[in-house]
């Protein structure tokens, strides 16, 4: 009678293992959050944002809201509130704070960071599920809170607060 026996290669022990680790090992994705249903009513495509900025420093969010002039919100962008300046002023104080050696830009894969003035770029942080970048889609960060914000012409404010 024979019986047969299967002897695991050391190499195929350690497939099995990565095959069965791998999964619970991998990084959870980016926690983002959608903002705007915490300040405004109804839904995010209908209030008319066209536009987003973020002084760097110390992590104020503004919002350019179509007919209803500039919001802003503190640091988090929870509780937007109308403001007087208008997005011109807003705009150039942002470029005046800016930091022209950390940057952001959207690629395929997600968003890209570089802090050496683009000489080189991170892995891309993923994007939240489902969305689609466009022509109008805008990145901004608060350096202050380690907090990036992403948002698109009709669509929600997302948050990602990485944390120091």
């Known amino acids: 009678m024979h019986t047969s ?23 959870d994705p980016p926690k ?8 405004f009513e109804g839904e995010a495509k209908d209030i008319g944002v066209t536009g987003l900025t973020v002084y760097r420093n ?19 962008a929870d509780s937007f509130k109308p403001v007087t300046e208008t997005w011109k002023e807003v705009r150039d ?43 109008q889609t805008w990145v901004e960060y608060d350096a202050t809170n380690d907090v990036i914000y992403l948002m698109k012409k009709g669509g929600d404010l997302y948050k990602l607060a990485r944390g120091k």
Do not use: N
């Open 5 to 27: 026996q299967t002897f695991l290669r050391p190499w195929s022990a350690v497939a099995l293992l990565a095959l069965f680790c791998l999964p619970a090992m991998a990084a």
């Open 32 to 39: 983002w959050q959608p903002m705007l249903a915490k300040s």
């Open 58 to 76: 110390p992590g104020c969010v503004f919002l350019l809201v179509e007919g209803k002039g500039v919001y802003c919100s503190s640091a988090g």
């Open 93 to 135: 104080h942002a470029q005046k704070v800016s930091d022209s050696k950390h940057r952001f830009v959207l690629a395929d894969a997600g968003i890209k960071e570089s802090t050496d003035g683009g000489a080189t770029w991170s892995t891309p942080i993923s994007l939240p599920k489902d969305f689609v970048v466009t022509s």
